[in-house]
Structures are given as C-alpha cells and as structure tokens.
C-alpha cells in the first residue's frame, strides 16, 4: 500500500494548470487571475468629501463651540457626481454632498450634526449662512485623491483567487473583463450493472446512481464543470462508449470497478486507454484507487478510479480530486482547511490505515469539540449527510479516547463552528 501523501503526489505530479480566458468579472468569482491589474486612473478621482456637510477652510473654525460658533456665508452647493461652481473664500462655506468633489480653497468638512442648520431649518432662518458648532482639523472628512488607489498602480497580483471585494476593485477600474485560469471540464462516469439512473423505476437487486451526483456536486464545489457520462455497464463496448465522450474533457472521474472483486472488464478497458495505475492507498475509507493518463493519439488527459461505495468515493475525492482541480485552476492553497478538535467518542482504529472518521465539529466556550456522526460504514451514505468534518486518525494510533485532541479537516463551516 502507499500512504496518502505518495498517493497525492503522484497525482499532482501528472496535473499540468490550465490556459487562461478572457470573461466578463462577475463570471470569475473563485477563479485565479492570469494577469497583473494596473490602474489607470486615481481612485478617488479628486479630492473629495467624506460626510455630507460644508466645505470650508480649518482656519475658520478655530477656536469655536457651541456656545461660540462662527457664522460662514454660504456661497454654493455641489452634489456627488456634480462638479463645484465656485471656491470656499475666509469667511465662507460651501454645502457638499459625501463623494461630491473638494472645492477649490476648502481644506476640510464639516459635517451637517455639527452646525446650526437643522435649528435654522425649523425657525426658518436664513439658510445663506451657517453656523459652525464645532472646530475641524485641516484635512477632516476629506477623502484625498488616489489615497484609495493610485494611479499606475499594482493593484491585484497574477495568481490572485477573485473574491466579492476583488471582483468590486477591478468593477471601480472600469474593467468589465479580465483575463483568468480556465475552469476544469471533469466528466464523471459511474460503472456498474447494478445501477440505475434516477429518473428511472428502481429494479430488484438494482440501486440508484448517488455517485455520480455527489461527485458532480463536488466537482462544481470546488470550482470545476461538470460534465456527467451517466453508467457505463459492465461491458467493453459501453465502457469505450462512456469514456470516448469523456476524453475531450480536462479529467475524467470513474466510481467503481476498481476494487479487487470488481469485475476484470473496467480495468482491461481502462488500461487499454493508457497507463493506467490500479492501487491500494493506506486509508479507510477509500483503500482501492486507480490513477493515471488516458487518451488517443497525443492528447491525454488525468483519470482518477474512486471506489464505488459512496462514502469512500466521497472520502477519496477530497483527498486526491479536490486538490487535482484546485491545481488545474492555478491555485497554490491545495491543503485542506483543518482544526484541532477534542473528541467526546472514542474511535478504534483497527485496520492500521489512516482512518477518516466523520465527525460533527461544535465550538463551545472558544475551543472545537467533535463527536462522530454515527456507524461508519463506507456505504452509509448519511454518515457524510451528518458530518461538517472528517477526523483523521493516523496510521499508528490504534485508538483515541473521548478528550483526546485530534485534527480534523473541515468539509463545511456552519453556523455551530463560529
């Protein structure tokens, strides 16, 4: 057998990062950038204000209070969007508007809560003048030009994954498209003569096809296009058929078939495609595996063989699929997201493999606690229903006690982790 970390390098040794594509921003969220982002403007474009009150210079409001304001002439007004018409002179104000441009003379903002404006509203006072309440800095309330961003700037480096807040930068650019690692096209075949399509009446003996749908699922997940084969029966023609369709794709995904009972016919097909490695992988679930390049001619493309069972094809996805996609769309965080967690079971490990047990992760009182989800059949599918978690129990502990302290790797952060 080889461990888990031989089983992965193998893998991530034969996945090459994909080509770029120019698309439209709002269609690139999760996806790494294939370019430096320059900016070719100032943000902000101006000087400009930060509350909504009146530009005026410092120097006249030294000195005042409430019980001592200074009464300004009001000159003007400009609005956000708008440019000033006029400039702030000793002895007056303009009213601004947050985001509307500094006007010319003005050093600073006062905002509206520190004038007599509402007071002079509500007797009908003149409203060409104002009185100032309370002394402002020079530079109060003022949003400088390009203190945001400067112009000729790097703004977003090559490699970096779009989120909402970077996909919002690159929109106040004025970049309507961008230049990204393409996502991965990964077909997914599920073999067997025991399955059925679940559009279809369930016959004796038959079971539905859940794989192909939880390994889709992941498969969008984690950023990647799913492109589903449906079953290929345990036959060589519809073996070649399904994986014909699948090699125009980045990857192809197989559940089933690869296990030493498994019927011969997947593996001969399989091999007959390319070099293809039937293992054993020091882990529970997920133990048999196949690996390797299929194609025609030149082109070739990475296959991964998942067990059938559809807590071990879960298990195995996460540890060898998951970070194979996340390469391909040049992403260079490939870990999993973990924790220390204290257990409140106690988890045998009999098999000496590296077990993964499926837990229910809590944060109580600042520290994690996980408690398994039930039996840990690899054919119990709501083990991995219940679980926000995988647990990992290494090779040489035969046993883990309620208290101890183990890592387990998140699959999910809900609200009963934060």
Not at 146 to 166: C, F, H, N
Not at 271 to 283: D, H, Y
Not at 343 to 360: C, H, K, P, S, Y
Request: glycine share 10%; aromatic share 4%; charged share 25%.
């Amino acid at each position: 057998m080889v461990s888990v970390e031989e089983a992965l390098q193998k893998i991530l040794s034969c996945i090459e990062v994909l080509e770029p594509e120019t698309k439209p921003i709002l269609d690139c969220s999760g996806q790494v950038l294939a370019e430096d982002i320059r900016s070719t403007i100032d943000i902000p474009p101006l000087d400009n204000s930060a509350m909504d009150g009146y530009a005026v210079k410092a120097d006249d409001t030294h000195g005042v209070s409430e019980a001592s304001p200074k009464i300004l002439s009001v000159t003007g007004k400009v609005a956000a969007g708008s440019m000033p018409r006029g400039k702030v002179k000793r002895g007056s104000a303009i009213r601004i508007m947050t985001g509307a441009p500094l006007p010319q003379g003005a050093d600073a903002v006062v905002p509206f809560e520190d004038t007599d404006e509402v007071a002079r509203k509500a007797s009908h006072r003149d409203l060409s003048q104002i009185g100032i309440l309370r002394e402002v800095p020079e530079g109060m309330n003022v949003r400088r030009k390009g203190e945001d961003i400067a112009k000729g700037s790097l703004v977003l480096k090559k490699g970096t994954v779009l989120r909402p807040s970077k996909i919002g930068v690159i929109a106040s650019l004025g970049r309507p498209t961008v230049a990204v690692i393409r996502r991965p096209i990964v077909s997914i075949l599920a073999t067997g003569d025991e399955l059925t399509d679940i559009d279809q009446p369930l016959p004796a003996g038959k079971i539905y096809n859940s794989n192909t749908y939880t390994i889709a699922a992941e498969v969008r997940q984690y950023g990647g296009i799913a492109k589903i084969l449906g079953i290929g029966r345990d036959s060589v023609r519809s073996l070649e058929q399904k994986i014909d369709e699948g090699l125009d794709s980045d990857m192809l995904i197989t559940s089933g078939g690869v296990s030493k009972g498994d019927y011969d016919v997947v593996k001969d097909v399989l091999a007959k495609c390319g070099e293809i490695t039937l293992q054993t992988v020091c882990m529970k679930p997920g133990k048999p595996s196949a690996f390797g390049m299929i194609g025609k001619g030149s082109r070739k493309i990475p296959h991964l063989g998942l067990p059938g069972n559809p807590v071990s094809s879960m298990v195995t996805f996460e540890q060898f699929a998951r970070p194979a996609i996340l390469k391909m769309m040049g992403k260079s965080n490939l870990a999993k997201p973990s924790i220390r967690a204290i257990m409140e079971d106690d988890i045998v490990n009999t098999d000496m493999r590296r077990l993964f047990a499926r837990v229910t992760v809590a944060k109580r009182n600042g520290k994690y606690y996980a408690r398994v989800t039930g039996p840990q059949g690899s054919g119990i599918l709501t083990s991995m229903v219940k679980a926000n978690g995988l647990a990992v129990i290494p090779e040489s502990t035969k046993r883990v006690k309620s208290g101890d302290i183990v890592e387990v790797q998140m699959l999910d952060w809900g609200e009963e982790v934060y």
